[in-house]
């Protein structure tokens, strides 16, 4: 019978990104086991690039995760990369792992840590080795065009679409993206910009195909949202617009025309209203940057 290890991260694009290394590092540690993610569906797309993934079952995010969520029955090893409990370490803990790794069984949760790098210091607390920059799924060719991806999961992390439009207008051979729910959002940056109609590809991609667009873009401007991490995952110049969240949490590793904006200023991540912090950035901060790592 084969070894059989079951990994959570029942989350989004970007927290699936910011796991790679400790899946990764699972594999190199438990190569005689066959490995599971318990993540969304609509996630499958990567685990090819992932290269750490044998199977994957659906589990619905973000948000807890309720115990009958994971259907799978005694794994040798269970290892939780979605949170800190309860709800996701007793959904963890109902499947009857022989041995169970997460937070709240192990180290202590430590705020202020960058996520990638939270998922390798647990593993390592387990004896585990992961190296935080194992990030690539692939180097792109910079020979298609320039992404502006003008959504986010909240508001507070959403600037203005008006703000967007005059970056998208600054540059040359740009196109919009977005998700079927940011389509509103989009079509106003595309409309605004004066861009033709087939440049604006929000609602009409599946991730196989924002993968495939980002794998080959020369730059990626968005706010703190999954597509800044496809870019990092791509080496792809990038620039992120950081607010409520500071960039040292969630934001791309350093070097490789890669560029963080962020006001200095913390702020609700899930609220309502685009967060003062990050309208304090300026169009102009914007552009730049832009031609700065395109450069």
Wanted: charged residues 20%; aromatic residues 6%.
């Amino acid at each position: 019978m084969a070894l059989e290890l079951l990994a959570l991260r029942g989350l989004g694009l970007g927290d699936l990104l910011t796991a790679v290394p400790a899946l990764r590092s699972l594999r190199q540690a438990f190569p005689a086991h066959r490995i599971t993610l318990a993540a969304p569906r609509y996630l499958e797309a990567l685990l090819p690039l992932i290269g750490a993934v044998d199977d994957q079952v659906d589990v619905a995010g973000p948000g807890p995760i309720p115990m009958e969520a994971l259907p799978f029955e005694r794994p040798d090893v269970a290892v939780n990369l979605h949170g800190r409990g309860p709800q996701s370490i007793e959904a963890l803990r109902a499947t009857d792992p022989g041995r169970l790794i997460s937070f709240g069984t192990g180290p202590p949760w430590q705020d202020g840590v960058h996520e990638v790098r939270r998922w390798c210091e647990l593993l390592e607390w387990h004896g585990i080795p992961a190296d935080p920059s194992d990030l690539t799924l692939g180097i792109s060719d910079r020979t298609g065009p320039a992404i502006v991806h003008p959504g986010a999961a909240y508001p507070a992390r959403r600037w203005p679409p008006e703000r967007f439009a005059e970056v998208a207008a600054a540059l040359d051979d740009v196109v919009i993206t977005g998700n079927a729910e940011e389509v509103p959002i989009a079509s106003r940056v595309a409309e605004l910009a004066g861009l033709p109609p087939e440049r604006m590809l929000a609602g009409r991609t599946r991730l196989a195909d924002l993968i495939d667009l980002v794998s080959k873009a020369k730059l990626v401007v968005c706010g703190d949202t999954g597509v800044a991490h496809l870019a990092t995952a791509f080496c792809v110049p990038s620039v992120v617009l950081f607010g409520p969240v500071s960039p040292k949490l969630w934001g791309p590793p350093p070097g490789w025309r890669h560029v963080a904006l962020w006001a200095g200023q913390n702020g609700d991540p899930h609220g309502q209203r685009p967060d003062p912090g990050l309208l304090k950035i300026e169009v102009s901060e914007v552009v730049d940057a832009a031609m700065e790592v395109i450069s």
